[in-house]
């Protein structure tokens, strides 16, 4: 029997991301001001290329007020189509709250951003014709 994973819940995949983050800081090579993204969404366009979803995570610290961390969760779509007329749905983000605000909060606020990003991504795969990118 071949066995197929099921994808991650993007609240555990948002999760995930934030607690990342969180173990890196404090370390040598840390880092207060950046960015992850992991794919939540993958799907065949019309020409054969790949639309991925992706949910996003902003870190940043307030360097020159109360120095709080925060995070801003958010979404997008991007197709890999070579030469696509239309190829990003564009980023949208909660807005930022403390990196100490309960993790499970902040993953479920970014469902809807994620949501709009599948749907983007499905209409897009069912028009576009754009194919896929074969190295040249
Ligand atoms: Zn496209």
């Given at each position: 029997m071949v066995y197929t994973p099921?994808?991650?819940?993007?609240?555990?995949v948002v999760t995930d991301l934030i607690d990342a983050h969180v173990r890196q800081l404090g370390g040598q090579y840390s880092s207060e001001h950046y960015r992850l993204a992991e794919v939540v969404g993958r799907y065949t366009t019309v020409g054969g290329a790949t639309?991925?979803?992706k949910a996003l995570a902003k870190f940043e610290r307030n360097v020159l007020g109360d120095r709080q961390r925060t995070v801003a969760v958010g979404a997008a779509a991007q197709c890999m189509?070579?030469?696509c007329?239309?190829?990003?749905s564009g980023e949208s983000f909660v807005e930022p709250v403390p990196l100490d605000t309960n993790r499970h909060d902040v993953a479920t606020a970014?469902?809807?951003h994620i949501?709009?990003?599948r749907e983007w991504a499905q209409a897009h795969a069912e028009r576009c014709r754009a194919q896929r990118y074969a190295g040249r």
């Open positions: 099921a994808p991650p819940d993007p609240t555990d639309v991925e979803t189509g070579h030469g007329a239309d190829p990003s970014v469902l809807p949501q709009t990003a």
